[in-house]
Protein backbone atom coordinates (compact mmCIF):
# COMPACT_ATOMS: atom_id res chain seq x y z
CA UNK A 1 0.00 0.00 0.00
CA UNK A 2 1.31 3.66 -1.02
CA UNK A 3 0.08 6.97 -0.91
CA UNK A 4 1.00 9.79 -2.79
CA UNK A 5 3.07 13.00 -1.39
CA UNK A 6 2.42 16.83 -2.88
CA UNK A 7 5.59 15.96 -5.54
CA UNK A 8 3.64 12.66 -6.70
CA UNK A 9 6.32 10.31 -5.36
CA UNK A 10 4.72 7.43 -4.25
CA UNK A 11 5.20 6.40 -0.15
CA UNK A 12 5.22 2.72 0.71
CA UNK A 13 5.03 1.10 4.12
CA UNK A 14 6.80 -2.00 4.93
CA UNK A 15 5.86 -2.79 8.06
CA UNK A 16 7.08 -6.25 8.51
CA UNK A 17 10.87 -4.81 7.51
CA UNK A 18 10.31 -1.36 9.44
CA UNK A 19 10.68 0.49 6.31
CA UNK A 20 9.46 3.64 4.56
CA UNK A 21 10.36 4.74 1.32
CA UNK A 22 9.56 7.84 -0.80
CA UNK A 23 10.30 8.44 -4.02
CA UNK A 24 14.23 7.36 -4.02
CA UNK A 25 14.75 7.78 -0.45
CA UNK A 26 14.59 5.28 1.99
CA UNK A 27 13.83 4.73 5.92
CA UNK A 28 14.95 2.25 7.79
CA UNK A 29 12.35 1.99 11.21
CA UNK A 30 12.66 -0.32 13.88
CA UNK A 31 9.36 -0.78 15.26
CA UNK A 32 10.36 -1.71 18.52
CA UNK A 33 13.25 1.03 19.40
CA UNK A 34 10.23 3.49 18.15
CA UNK A 35 7.89 2.19 20.66
CA UNK A 36 10.71 2.24 23.04
CA UNK A 37 11.41 6.35 22.47
CA UNK A 38 7.20 7.09 22.67
CA UNK A 39 7.67 5.31 25.77
CA UNK A 40 9.98 7.12 27.57
CA UNK A 41 9.16 10.85 26.52
CA UNK A 42 5.49 9.80 27.25
CA UNK A 43 7.20 8.68 30.97
CA UNK A 44 9.44 11.64 30.56
CA UNK A 45 6.73 13.90 30.28
CA UNK A 46 4.86 12.64 33.27
CA UNK A 47 7.83 12.86 35.55
CA UNK A 48 8.25 16.46 34.28
CA UNK A 49 4.26 17.74 35.95
CA UNK A 50 5.16 15.85 38.82
CA UNK A 51 8.11 17.29 40.04
CA UNK A 52 5.95 20.69 38.72
CA UNK A 53 3.74 19.93 41.29
CA UNK A 54 6.23 18.93 43.92
CA UNK A 55 7.37 21.94 46.58
CA UNK A 56 5.84 23.51 49.32
CA UNK A 57 2.86 24.77 47.37
CA UNK A 58 1.64 21.46 45.98
CA UNK A 59 -0.22 21.34 43.03
CA UNK A 60 -1.83 18.11 41.51
CA UNK A 61 -0.57 16.93 38.20
CA UNK A 62 -4.31 18.59 36.79
CA UNK A 63 -3.25 21.70 38.13
CA UNK A 64 -0.28 21.99 36.29
CA UNK A 65 -1.38 20.86 33.45
CA UNK A 66 -4.16 23.40 33.83
CA UNK A 67 -1.40 26.02 34.23
CA UNK A 68 0.45 24.87 31.08
CA UNK A 69 -2.53 25.82 29.47
CA UNK A 70 -3.14 29.68 31.63
CA UNK A 71 -5.98 28.66 33.87
CA UNK A 72 -4.38 26.77 36.73
CA UNK A 73 -4.99 28.21 40.12
CA UNK A 74 -4.37 32.21 41.71
CA UNK A 75 -0.43 32.59 41.99
CA UNK A 76 0.69 28.91 40.53
CA UNK A 77 1.41 30.41 36.99
CA UNK A 78 4.61 32.44 38.75
CA UNK A 79 5.65 29.18 40.80
CA UNK A 80 5.31 26.83 37.78
CA UNK A 81 6.38 28.40 34.94
CA UNK A 82 9.03 30.66 36.50
CA UNK A 83 10.32 28.65 39.23
CA UNK A 84 10.06 24.96 38.83
CA UNK A 85 9.67 24.41 35.08
CA UNK A 86 12.87 25.63 34.17
CA UNK A 87 14.56 23.33 36.82
CA UNK A 88 12.27 20.19 35.37
CA UNK A 89 13.34 21.07 31.74
CA UNK A 90 17.25 21.62 32.34
CA UNK A 91 17.32 17.76 34.02
CA UNK A 92 15.30 16.16 30.82
CA UNK A 93 17.67 18.04 28.47
CA UNK A 94 20.62 18.00 30.30
CA UNK A 95 19.36 13.87 30.56
CA UNK A 96 18.82 13.65 26.75
CA UNK A 97 22.44 15.45 25.88
CA UNK A 98 24.22 13.02 28.75
CA UNK A 99 22.48 9.42 27.46
CA UNK A 100 23.24 10.36 23.80
CA UNK A 101 26.90 11.32 24.40
CA UNK A 102 27.35 8.02 26.47
CA UNK A 103 25.99 5.76 23.69
CA UNK A 104 28.20 7.48 21.03
CA UNK A 105 31.33 7.11 23.35
CA UNK A 106 30.57 3.79 24.34
CA UNK A 107 29.96 2.72 20.79
CA UNK A 108 33.03 4.12 19.93
CA UNK A 109 35.53 2.30 21.88
CA UNK A 110 33.24 -1.02 21.96
CA UNK A 111 33.29 -0.91 25.72
CA UNK A 112 30.53 0.11 28.30
CA UNK A 113 33.26 1.84 30.33
CA UNK A 114 33.22 4.29 27.70
CA UNK A 115 31.29 6.91 29.05
CA UNK A 116 32.37 10.54 29.21
CA UNK A 117 32.26 10.65 32.37
CA UNK A 118 35.06 7.93 32.75
CA UNK A 119 37.53 8.37 30.31
CA UNK A 120 37.76 11.75 31.14
CA UNK A 121 36.06 14.17 29.07
CA UNK A 122 33.14 15.29 31.72
CA UNK A 123 35.86 15.91 34.04
CA UNK A 124 37.78 18.05 31.53
CA UNK A 125 34.73 20.17 30.98
CA UNK A 126 34.44 20.40 34.89
CA UNK A 127 37.57 21.59 35.50
CA UNK A 128 37.66 24.24 32.80
CA UNK A 129 33.78 25.45 34.23
CA UNK A 130 35.33 25.11 37.96
CA UNK A 131 38.59 27.22 37.38
CA UNK A 132 36.23 30.13 35.51
CA UNK A 133 33.53 29.37 38.78
CA UNK A 134 36.38 30.15 41.02
CA UNK A 135 39.39 31.77 39.64
CA UNK A 136 37.29 33.86 37.57
CA UNK A 137 34.02 34.62 38.93
CA UNK A 138 32.36 33.92 36.24
CA UNK A 139 28.79 34.19 35.24
CA UNK A 140 26.71 31.78 33.25
CA UNK A 141 27.65 32.14 29.93
CA UNK A 142 31.63 32.27 31.03
CA UNK A 143 31.14 29.37 32.69
CA UNK A 144 29.87 27.80 29.22
CA UNK A 145 32.54 28.68 27.51
CA UNK A 146 34.55 27.47 30.06
CA UNK A 147 33.02 23.98 30.08
CA UNK A 148 33.49 23.92 26.40
CA UNK A 149 36.94 24.72 26.36
CA UNK A 150 37.83 22.27 29.22
CA UNK A 151 36.20 19.32 27.38
CA UNK A 152 37.33 20.38 23.84
CA UNK A 153 40.97 20.30 25.22
CA UNK A 154 40.72 17.00 27.21
CA UNK A 155 39.31 15.25 24.12
CA UNK A 156 42.22 17.00 21.70
CA UNK A 157 44.69 15.74 24.95
CA UNK A 158 43.18 12.37 25.06
CA UNK A 159 42.98 11.49 21.04
CA UNK A 160 46.68 12.84 20.36
CA UNK A 161 47.84 10.66 22.99
CA UNK A 162 45.58 7.58 22.33
CA UNK A 163 46.69 7.88 18.80
CA UNK A 164 48.68 5.19 16.80
CA UNK A 165 48.15 4.73 13.50
CA UNK A 166 44.48 5.38 14.34
CA UNK A 167 42.81 5.08 17.60
CA UNK A 168 41.24 2.32 19.23
CA UNK A 169 38.50 1.76 21.59
CA UNK A 170 40.93 0.04 24.36
CA UNK A 171 43.52 2.88 24.34
CA UNK A 172 41.20 5.51 24.11
CA UNK A 173 39.55 3.86 27.92
CA UNK A 174 42.77 3.44 29.08
CA UNK A 175 44.07 7.28 28.13
CA UNK A 176 40.91 8.32 29.24
CA UNK A 177 40.90 6.83 32.67
CA UNK A 178 44.39 8.48 33.02
CA UNK A 179 43.44 11.62 31.91
CA UNK A 180 40.42 11.81 34.19
CA UNK A 181 42.55 10.80 37.56
CA UNK A 182 44.99 14.20 36.74
CA UNK A 183 41.76 16.49 36.18
CA UNK A 184 40.45 15.20 39.48
CA UNK A 185 43.48 16.28 40.79
CA UNK A 186 43.40 19.60 39.30
CA UNK A 187 40.06 19.96 40.47
CA UNK A 188 40.48 18.92 43.71
CA UNK A 189 43.08 21.91 44.34
CA UNK A 190 41.51 24.69 42.35
CA UNK A 191 38.61 23.44 45.00
CA UNK A 192 40.29 23.99 48.00
CA UNK A 193 42.24 26.99 47.07
CA UNK A 194 38.96 28.51 46.60
CA UNK A 195 37.47 30.55 49.03
CA UNK A 196 34.53 29.65 51.72
CA UNK A 197 32.01 31.19 49.33
CA UNK A 198 33.09 29.96 46.11
CA UNK A 199 33.86 26.41 47.44
CA UNK A 200 30.98 25.98 48.76
CA UNK A 201 29.02 27.28 45.76
CA UNK A 202 31.56 24.85 43.57
CA UNK A 203 30.97 22.10 46.01
CA UNK A 204 27.22 21.33 44.96
CA UNK A 205 28.06 21.98 41.64
CA UNK A 206 30.83 19.30 41.16
CA UNK A 207 28.09 16.39 42.03
CA UNK A 208 25.72 17.55 39.89
CA UNK A 209 22.94 19.72 40.72
CA UNK A 210 18.97 21.16 39.56
CA UNK A 211 18.99 23.61 42.62
CA UNK A 212 18.18 27.39 41.69
CA UNK A 213 18.43 26.46 37.60
CA UNK A 214 16.43 29.17 35.18
CA UNK A 215 15.80 29.95 31.85
CA UNK A 216 19.43 30.56 31.08
CA UNK A 217 20.75 27.14 31.85
CA UNK A 218 17.57 26.00 29.70
CA UNK A 219 18.81 27.49 27.15
CA UNK A 220 22.40 26.86 27.56
CA UNK A 221 21.49 22.86 27.40
CA UNK A 222 19.52 23.71 24.17
CA UNK A 223 22.47 24.95 22.40
CA UNK A 224 24.11 22.30 22.83
CA UNK A 225 21.05 20.05 21.81
CA UNK A 226 20.33 22.16 18.69
CA UNK A 227 23.94 21.69 17.72
CA UNK A 228 25.29 18.78 18.14
CA UNK A 229 21.90 15.99 18.29
CA UNK A 230 21.67 16.55 14.16
CA UNK A 231 25.36 15.75 14.04
CA UNK A 232 24.94 12.44 15.99
CA UNK A 233 21.73 11.68 13.81
CA UNK A 234 23.41 12.41 10.87
CA UNK A 235 26.35 10.02 11.91
CA UNK A 236 24.35 7.26 13.38
CA UNK A 237 24.80 4.80 10.81
CA UNK A 238 28.52 5.39 10.39
CA UNK A 239 28.98 4.78 14.13
CA UNK A 240 26.99 1.86 13.66
CA UNK A 241 29.61 0.85 10.92
CA UNK A 242 32.61 1.60 12.65
CA UNK A 243 31.36 -0.75 15.69
CA UNK A 244 32.02 -3.61 13.46
CA UNK A 245 36.18 -2.66 13.17
CA UNK A 246 37.69 0.18 10.98
CA UNK A 247 38.23 -2.23 7.79
CA UNK A 248 35.02 -3.32 7.58
CA UNK A 249 33.80 0.19 7.68
CA UNK A 250 36.19 1.57 5.54
CA UNK A 251 35.09 -1.18 2.94
CA UNK A 252 31.88 -0.17 3.29
CA UNK A 253 33.24 3.12 2.06
CA UNK A 254 33.23 5.00 5.69
CA UNK A 255 36.47 6.79 6.36
CA UNK A 256 37.04 5.79 9.82
CA UNK A 257 38.73 8.43 11.29
CA UNK A 258 37.17 11.53 10.14
CA UNK A 259 34.20 10.05 11.16
CA UNK A 260 35.19 9.13 14.60
CA UNK A 261 36.59 12.54 14.90
CA UNK A 262 33.18 14.34 13.86
CA UNK A 263 31.58 12.19 16.36
CA UNK A 264 33.81 12.40 19.40
CA UNK A 265 33.74 16.06 18.55
CA UNK A 266 29.66 15.94 18.97
CA UNK A 267 29.82 13.75 22.31
CA UNK A 268 32.43 16.21 23.92
CA UNK A 269 30.09 19.25 22.81
CA UNK A 270 26.98 17.47 24.44
CA UNK A 271 29.12 16.54 27.34
CA UNK A 272 30.66 20.28 27.70
CA UNK A 273 26.89 21.79 27.48
CA UNK A 274 25.03 19.12 30.40
CA UNK A 275 27.72 19.90 32.44
CA UNK A 276 27.81 23.48 31.80
CA UNK A 277 24.13 23.34 32.53
CA UNK A 278 23.85 21.08 35.79
CA UNK A 279 27.23 19.70 36.36
CA UNK A 280 28.68 16.67 36.47
CA UNK A 281 25.87 13.64 36.62
CA UNK A 282 27.78 10.59 37.79
CA UNK A 283 26.70 7.23 36.39
CA UNK A 284 23.78 9.07 33.69
CA UNK A 285 26.08 8.40 30.74
CA UNK A 286 26.96 5.17 31.42
CA UNK A 287 23.74 3.74 32.43
CA UNK A 288 21.67 5.44 30.25
CA UNK A 289 22.76 3.63 26.78
CA UNK A 290 23.08 0.36 28.27
CA UNK A 291 19.41 0.37 29.78
CA UNK A 292 18.46 1.54 26.35
CA UNK A 293 20.33 -1.54 24.97
CA UNK A 294 18.04 -3.87 27.04
CA UNK A 295 14.81 -2.70 26.82
CA UNK A 296 15.29 -1.96 22.63
CA UNK A 297 17.19 -5.40 22.57
CA UNK A 298 18.85 -3.90 19.05
CA UNK A 299 22.07 -4.24 18.00
CA UNK A 300 23.84 -0.63 17.24
CA UNK A 301 24.44 2.58 19.27
CA UNK A 302 20.77 2.91 19.95
CA UNK A 303 21.65 7.44 20.26
CA UNK A 304 18.01 8.04 20.33
CA UNK A 305 16.73 5.49 22.84
CA UNK A 306 19.97 5.79 24.88
CA UNK A 307 18.82 10.04 24.87
CA UNK A 308 15.37 9.65 26.24
CA UNK A 309 16.48 7.17 28.74
CA UNK A 310 18.94 9.56 29.91
CA UNK A 311 16.04 12.02 30.22
CA UNK A 312 14.14 9.91 32.23
CA UNK A 313 16.90 8.63 34.56
CA UNK A 314 17.82 12.43 34.58
CA UNK A 315 14.35 14.00 35.41
CA UNK A 316 13.08 11.04 38.12
CA UNK A 317 16.59 11.41 40.08
CA UNK A 318 15.30 15.30 40.31
CA UNK A 319 12.03 13.97 41.60
CA UNK A 320 13.13 11.48 44.00
CA UNK A 321 15.56 14.08 45.33
CA UNK A 322 12.53 15.90 46.06
CA UNK A 323 10.20 13.97 47.49
CA UNK A 324 12.96 12.23 49.60
CA UNK A 325 14.67 15.20 50.97
CA UNK A 326 11.19 17.63 51.31
CA UNK A 327 13.25 20.40 49.61
CA UNK A 328 15.55 20.95 46.38
CA UNK A 329 18.68 21.15 48.48
CA UNK A 330 20.32 17.72 47.65
CA UNK A 331 22.09 17.46 44.47
CA UNK A 332 20.72 15.17 41.72
CA UNK A 333 23.98 13.75 41.92
CA UNK A 334 23.48 12.25 44.77
CA UNK A 335 20.77 9.96 43.54
CA UNK A 336 22.52 9.02 40.34
CA UNK A 337 25.31 8.24 42.31
CA UNK A 338 23.87 5.40 44.52
CA UNK A 339 21.83 4.46 41.79
CA UNK A 340 24.61 4.03 39.52
CA UNK A 341 26.24 2.24 42.45
CA UNK A 342 23.78 -0.12 42.52
CA UNK A 343 23.22 -0.58 39.15
CA UNK A 344 26.93 -1.92 38.94
CA UNK A 345 26.52 -4.00 41.18
CA UNK A 346 23.62 -5.57 39.62
CA UNK A 347 25.21 -6.07 36.60
CA UNK A 348 28.73 -7.80 38.25
CA UNK A 349 26.09 -10.38 40.25
CA UNK A 350 24.79 -11.09 36.98
CA UNK A 351 28.17 -11.81 34.87
CA UNK A 352 29.44 -13.43 38.01
CA UNK A 353 26.41 -15.85 37.74
CA UNK A 354 26.58 -16.39 34.00
CA UNK A 355 30.15 -17.67 35.11
CA UNK A 356 32.15 -14.61 33.16
CA UNK A 357 33.75 -13.24 36.27
Request: net charge positive; glycine share 12%.
Given at each position: ?33 A ?29 V????A ?11 L ?15 G ?26 G?S ?17 T ?44 Y ?18 G ?36 G????G ?24 V ?5 I????M ?71
Open positions: MGEKTRQGAEVRWDLRRGRVRAGRYSLRLDLRTLVCLVLIVIAAIVVVLSVGTGTYELSPVEVRTFGNGPPGAEFIVDLRLPRALVAVLVGFTGMAGAVFQSLTRNPLGSPDIIGFGNAAGALVAIVLLNAGAPQTLGAVFGGFATATAVYLLAWRRGVHGYRLVLVGIGASAVLGAATSVYVRADIGKAAQAASWMISLNARGWVDVRIAALGLLVCVPVVLGYARRLTLLEMDDTAALGVPPESSRLVLLSAGTGLTAMAAAAGPPFLAAAPQLARRVTRAPGPNVLPAAWMGAVLASTADLVTQRVTGSALMPVGVVTGIGGGLYLAWLLMGERRAHRL
